[in-house]
């Protein structure tokens, strides 16, 4: 194991080999940070140049692309509500608050070094999990995989601060997520005849359109620059280096991100939106003074980043050990795999060990090179708050509907973006959580096609839903979940008394 | 500075915006040639890899300063990018590559699409792959007699409208299990995650394309039972002919390239030429083989004619194609 360690840092360390990962790091920093576009979309652009690279080479480069994208995409969630890429997403509900405080540079800070150090512990988690990871992947059947769906919108929904509107943007959620083809039934649902929909609502546009849009509209209501701090030498003072030390001041909510997101990597089609939402509000429940959650506490920072890192390290586990894409990203980078005559399966870890190192210290280095170039870089990107609402909106609005048509070139892309960019606007207004809207959608298609799939299994019996060690384990957190609200109110009710 | 003109200025570009969203127009001059290959599936699948490892090949045998870009228009479970191809005009420029037998049922069953497989212009195949019938290394089945006989038989694949559905109903019918309704539980993402399922024991067989499924059976967690096809491709493996089934012989998965309906004879022969050199470019053979393609190249009036016959083949179990989930 250590002479293919050491061998695969001996590759890496070769000049034109830390010229292809600065290339993948730059590509990734960008793409990151510009919502639409994404890792997915950079490795699918990237992949014609690897053609006459030798395999190592391609996965440098691609290693480069996926460690810096979520970091990338922490900074215009912070600045501008917007979030690059969907794990970012989580990033926003304290991020954003930080920087209309003027502490853009604080939440800068402690987002790239949470992703940094998160990566890193994944990839330790990676390194220690991949002998067993077959059994880990095998634990999750249909059953497994509902009843997980289960507890990601419990934990969701029980978050938010207002319970019956955190039910009712859930609900809301879900009814989008079941637009489409159902491919085990074989109907169309709520398409209008539209082939467009057939496929259902992507996640990208959604989301430029719940969060970029929304806000701008938002902004241009409320005009003047986002950050509501009048002085502007508020970034200078509250700068990077306290972001840095917020991040070892809270060992345990970097901790906890790392490890949920690495285990929720590994649970292929989950992804990182879930793991970083999941992160967030373990963090907002469990931490101690909490009541500033939601209203600009880095901890809500550190906790989704640390874990929308970890994810990466977690989800490369389907991927390498049976062919399962744990992401949007890894489908493509199986894609590249695959090309250079690389067969992720059962066997790759066995044949190909050095390889996979390859892979980790790529990304590894990617990790922290990108966040080292956003740490330096804070102090100019937070000026972005103080920049006039009314030459940021069209900026903005303009690089969102762009992103949602560069997607997939499709014009109803804009036209999603620009439909929930009402309904967020409207959701603001209103206070209702869009972050609960988002989790439910996405975790609508899995929750659904397990439970259809278990029921088929099963033979209609439900009751065989508790048959299975995994569901069961995760039943009773979901229980645990749903009895946190509970205990807090005995525990105020104890204290009043 | 005053707000004002800012307001106008934010207008201005919020109109940029909209219009910088619209599709550009197409180039109308013929030798400006930039040739799309429209792939119906979103980056990343096979038919994806399939198309980008082909594409630079392809490009150098059409002439100096063509350009072949792949272009992924995903939707409808493939129907979208059909469509478009179907839709283009006629001058060379669009192609696309089609999943085949996976788009004739549903033309068979009757359901509503917007192109008609039989009017396109057939320029080539690119690949095709036989089934491979499979369990799981720890399953009580031991061979095809075993499948016949079992008590309970839950057929694992992807879902509805996918070729390997299609064609595990055809195996279940022609071994005589019909009468026995077996289960279906379809609906997995992708081939990978239905044989993990068939690993886990989520059901006890499934059919799986046969380059996909080999690593599984290398490494001994699944166990293959027979192959469709005329000879074995996987040696020690018996045919289902061979086993006595012979109609399922002609199950497979090809990836076909073609262009819309009407287009020019010469224009035909020059792309259909262009195919033919680059498929037999050993450059591209070597990416092929690197890239794990199931290389198996036919002429384009052959991939025609291929296309006509999965009409035939498949109308004759026309019976057997409904949806065994529907609710």
Known sequence: MLDSLLAAAAYLAQGVNLGYLALGVAVGIVFGSIPGLGGATAIALLLPLTFGMEPEQAIILMGGIMGAVSIGGSVSAILLNTPGTAPNAATCIDGYPLTRQGKAGLAIGAAATASSVGGILSLAILVMVLPVARTIVLWFGPPAFFMLAVLGLTSLTVASSNLLRGLIAACIGLFFGFVGYDDIGGTDRYTLGIDFLWDGISIVPLLIGLFAIAEMMNLYRAGGPISQSDDGATVRVVGTVDGIKAVFANPRTLASGSVIGAVIGMVPGVGGTVASFLSYSFAAQT???????????????????????????????????????????????????????????????????????????ALLFATIISGTLILVAARHLARIAHIDSLVLIPCVITVSLVGAYALHNAVGDVFVAAFFGVLGFLMIRLEYPRITLVIAFVLSSLMERNFIQSMIMFEGNWLRFFGDTTTLVLFFLTLFALSIPLLKFMRTRRAAQ | MSLGPLRLRCLILLTLALVACAPAADEATLDNATVSIVIPYRPGGGFDRTVRAFAPYFAKQLGDGVTVLPENVPGAGGRRGAATVYRARPDGKTLGIFNMP?????????????????????????????????????????????????????????????????ASQIVAGQLGLSDREPIYLAGYAGTADYLVGLIRGDGNVALGPVSTSLKYIESGDLRPLAVTGDGSSLPGVPTFTELGYPDLAALDLQRSIAGPPGMDAQLLVTLREAFLRAVADPEFIKTARNARLDLSPLDGAATAAEVAQSFTYYAAFKTNLTNPNAL
Request: no cysteine.
């Open chain 2, 102 to 166: 996976g788009f004739v049922p549903p033309e068979i069953l009757g359901e509503k699409v917007d192109y008609d497989l039989r009017e396109l212009s057939w320029i080539g195949r690119l690949e095709s792959q036989d089934y491979v019938l499979l369990i799981s290394a720890t399953s009580e089945l031991q061979d095809l007699q075993g499948v016949r006989a079992a008590a309970e038989l839950a057929f694992l694949s992807t879902g509805y409208g996918s070729s390997v559905l299609a």
């Open chain 1, 287 to 361: 931490s101690k003074n909490n009541e500033n959650f939601g209203a600009g506490d880095v901890r809500g920072v550190i906790a989704p980043e640390a874990a929308n890192n970890a994810k990466d390290g977690g989800a490369l586990i389907p991927t390498l050990a049976f062919g399962i894409p744990g992401s949007a990203e890894m489908a493509i980078f199986l894609g590249v795999l695959i090309l250079h005559g690389i067969d992720p399966g059962p066997m790759l870890l066995i044949e190909r060990e050095s390889t996979i190192f390859m892979l980790i210290l």
